[in-house]
């Protein structure tokens, strides 16, 4: 079983990429690539976040749109080709799966499958309204599953209060983090508000409840404010300041990262 605390210790400042890949060939968008070339921009990203020194990452769907209301077998087979390429080419990687649509099982099956250390479940606890309808949480099924294939070592992060949706019957910040938690046994916490600001806000809050698991920023982190926000958390997850393009166009989603932009985050990371 995975112990606290040792995939992202508490004291050590951790950076999680975030790899966006490109739309799937079974997406059937304009922008779609074979896999071939999907592979072949995930390695490439990942050996400049590696270069730079990015301790750890996640693959993730994120340009498969509309989100289907469920994993589609589709999804589980792109992010298993990709992932076992990440793994074989880069061993001592940190690596985990976040799946755009919700479930638990398929992330910790794709991650277990490609010898992955994480997860990312954005709607762990309570419920969620969001752009593909209303989601519960799904630490039971979760944990049960983690259990039942063996894969206790894979450690599970959860997302308290997504941005990209409302949460139904709301229960206070501290109230969220202690059940994901505690009651839910999430090994580390995703804190993320509409803008920086809050973002800063909503750590702090969770911060003083002292729950004993890493806290991370799940966006918004850039090399001008990454101090700041490592006051009030254990880590960051980040993609967008890697990239030279943001925004959703054709071309920032298939534009690569950004040596020079890693390299100067995490420089002020480590400064």
Same mark, same amino acid.
């Given at each position: 079983?995975?112990?606290?605390?040792?995939?992202?210790?508490?004291?050590?400042?951790?950076?999680?990429?975030?790899?966006?890949?490109?739309?799937?060939?079974?997406?059937?968008?304009?922008?779609?690539?074979?896999?071939?070339?999907?592979?072949?921009?995930?390695?490439?990203?990942?050996?400049?976040?590696?270069?730079?020194?990015?301790?750890?990452?996640?693959?993730?769907?994120?340009?498969?749109?509309?989100?289907?209301?469920?994993?589609?077998?589709?999804?589980?087979?792109?992010?298993?080709?990709?992932?076992?390429?990440?793994?074989?080419?880069?061993?001592?990687?940190?690596?985990?799966?976040?799946?755009?649509?919700?479930?638990?099982?398929?992330?910790?099956?794709?991650?277990?499958?490609?010898?992955?250390?994480?997860?990312?479940?954005?709607?762990?606890?309570?419920?969620?309204?969001?752009? %593909?309808?209303? =989601?519960?949480?799904? /630490?039971?099924? +979760?944990?049960? $599953?983690? &259990?039942?294939? @063996?894969?206790?070592?894979?450690?599970?992060?959860?997302?308290?209060?997504?941005?990209?949706?409302?949460?139904?019957? %709301?229960?206070? =910040?501290?109230?969220? /983090?202690?059940? +994901?938690?505690? $009651?839910? &046994?999430?090994? @580390?916490?995703?804190?993320?508000?509409?803008?920086?600001?809050?973002?800063?806000?909503?750590?702090?809050?969770?911060?003083?409840?002292? =729950?004993?698991?890493?806290?991370?920023?799940?966006?918004?982190?850039?090399?001008?404010?990454?101090?700041?926000?490592?006051?009030?958390?254990?880590?960051?997850?980040?993609?967008?300041?890697?990239?030279?393009?943001?925004?959703?166009?054709?071309?920032?989603?298939?534009?690569?990262?950004?040596?020079?932009?890693?390299?100067?985050?995490?420089?002020?990371?480590?400064?």
């Amino acid at each position: 079983m995975i112990e606290k605390n040792t995939l992202f210790p508490v004291k050590k400042p951790t950076v999680i990429a975030a790899l966006h890949l490109p739309p799937s060939p079974a997406s059937n968008q304009d922008t779609s690539l074979p896999m071939d070339q999907i592979v072949d921009f995930a390695l490439k990203s990942t050996e400049k976040a590696v270069k730079a020194g990015v301790p750890a990452l996640y693959i993730q769907d994120l340009a498969d749109l509309p989100i289907a209301p469920t994993i589609q077998p589709h999804t589980v087979a792109y992010l298993s080709v990709v992932g076992a390429a990440i793994r074989k080419e880069f061993p001592q990687l940190a690596l985990g799966v976040c799946m755009m649509s919700h479930g638990a099982r398929e992330p910790l099956a794709v991650a277990q499958a490609i010898g992955a250390q994480f997860v990312r479940i954005k709607v762990y606890t309570g419920a969620m309204v969001k752009a %593909e309808g209303i =989601l519960q949480g799904c /630490a039971y099924d +979760a944990i049960s $599953y983690r &259990k039942l294939i @063996g894969a206790e070592d894979i450690a599970i992060l959860a997302d308290i209060y997504d941005r990209t949706g409302q949460p139904l019957g %709301e229960m206070p =910040l501290v109230e969220a /983090a202690h059940s +994901a938690s505690v $009651y839910c &046994k999430a090994n @580390g916490l995703i804190v993320t508000g509409l803008s920086f600001p809050e973002s800063i806000e909503m750590l702090q809050e969770v911060k003083k409840a002292k =729950l004993d698991v890493p806290i991370f920023l799940g966006g918004g982190a850039n090399e001008e404010n990454i101090k700041e926000a490592l006051q009030f958390c254990n880590g960051v997850i980040v993609s967008s300041s890697f990239k030279p393009i943001s925004g959703w166009t054709k071309k920032s989603i298939l534009a690569e990262w950004d040596y020079d932009r890693i390299a100067r985050f995490m420089q002020a990371v480590n400064d």
